[in-house]
């Protein structure tokens, strides 16, 4: 693990304003959700020279949590 990369997954950005995204550092399958302003939000990804997570990374993420989370791959109860 590359605890110097940085890694961003956009959650959801809310009508007032405001950024939610999961942070994480060295592997983007472990991470913090946060919340900030979009200027602030800006910011913390400049200073952390953030790597974005892209759609198809989230989404094989996702499906990899699901393994542990039901016991196998694509099971969603």
């Not at 110097?4 to 995204?21: I, M």
Request: proline letters at 4%; one cysteine or more; aromatic letters at 12%.
């Amino acid at each position: 693990m590359d605890i110097t990369r940085r890694f961003v997954r956009l959650s959801s950005v809310r009508p007032d304003g405001y950024v939610e995204f999961v942070f994480s550092i060295g592997d983007p399958e472990i991470g913090v959700d946060l919340i900030l302003s979009r200027a602030a939000y800006d910011e913390f990804c400049k200073v952390n020279h953030v790597t974005f997570v892209t759609l198809e990374q989230a989404v094989a993420i996702d499906f990899d949590k699901s393994k542990w989370r039901f016991g196998r791959p694509g099971i969603s109860e």
